[in-house]
């Protein structure tokens, strides 16, 4: 079990690149980690690490016994509970998912999951930013949005359908745009980051179904979900959200769906996690939970595949 420990240990530090940041995260003393890293050295009649001032990096022999210990590693939890009771599932789990899907979809139906597999331990990071799956220590991240190109394995699990919406009086002040080209007269709250989108504009699936964009000038420019929702009430221009988590503020007529033929596409949903050979059967779990959850909410047919 040492050198078990000592692998594991060994690969976050790998990974983290830090033997601080790699300590702080495990909740053990520096000086424990570095001993054990040594020992394992001194198992493996090589050096796996190459340390200096500023980062930790692997040596030849390190990348080679980094992909292994990660193998065997996943093996060895496998290996653990292949005669456990079906859905039994135990250890920590570390996720991190947007603010608002957190908000209005993931934290009102944890009771029960958490209730179904009172053994695991949830570790729940709800943020708009672009988190370090790996660096970060995650075992999985749920993306909104179109993937930039990574090693990470992305399974889907549904799609945001979008609604173009503003405040009402927002609408009484500047008018109600009925077409596309009424937009000229109108400004964008822009959402900067974490969907994909650059400039400012008012996108649209065209008539032969493929996504556009309409350049428009923005009022303000956020890079986070509240902020977005905020500045759209305070009436400071058009925004293109999924309706998921404002059908009271659409209910009360706060925000008012405008330009509804000319929707913005919908948005991929993903969960992501590091490639290996074998999920662990709490990730598995989570995940295909999380489909599930998305499936019913968002009333589509589509959820995770099987792992």
Request: hydrophobic share 40%; charged share 20%.
């Amino acid at each position: 079990m040492d050198q078990l420990d000592g692998m594991r240990m060994f690969v976050r530090v790998a990974e983290l690149e830090s033997f601080s940041r790699c300590a702080e995260q495990l909740g053990i003393p520096k000086a424990t980690l570095s001993a054990a890293i040594r020992r394992l050295e001194e198992h493996m009649g090589t050096r796996l690490l190459q340390r200096t001032t500023r980062r930790v990096q692997l040596t030849t022999d390190g990348q080679l016994c980094y992909a292994r210990c990660r193998d065997l590693l996943a093996d060895m939890e496998e290996f653990d509970g292949l005669f456990r009771q079906t859905g039994q599932i135990a250890g920590q789990l570390r996720v991190d998912m947007p603010s608002r899907m957190a908000r209005h979809l993931v934290i009102p139906a944890l009771p029960a999951f958490l209730a179904a597999h009172p053994a695991l331990q949830l570790m729940l990071s709800s943020t708009d930013r672009r988190v370090d799956l790996v660096r970060e220590g995650f075992d999985c991240v749920v993306r909104v949005g179109t993937l930039e190109p990574s090693s990470l394995v992305a399974r889907p699990l549904g799609h945001y359908r979008q609604i173009n919406c503003a405040s009402a009086g927002y609408l009484a002040a500047h008018g109600v745009p009925q077409s596309l080209a009424d937009l000229g007269q109108h400004r964008l709250i822009h959402y900067g980051s974490g969907q994909g989108r650059g400039e400012p504009g008012f996108e649209y699936l065209g008539e032969d179904e493929r996504p556009a964009t309409l350049p428009m000038g923005a009022s303000l420019t956020v890079n986070d979900s509240e902020s977005y929702l905020a500045a759209a009430q305070a009436g400071l221009g058009i925004i293109q959200i999924p309706r998921v988590g404002v059908e009271s503020l659409l209910a009360s007529g706060e925000l008012v769906i405008i330009l509804p033929a000319w929707q913005a596409p919908p948005l991929p949903i993903h969960a992501l996690y590091a490639h290996r050979r074998h999920l662990a059967p709490r990730v598995q779990t989570f995940i295909h939970w999380l489909g599930a959850l998305l499936t019913d909410a968002l009333g589509e047919a589509s959820g995770p595949a099987a792992p």
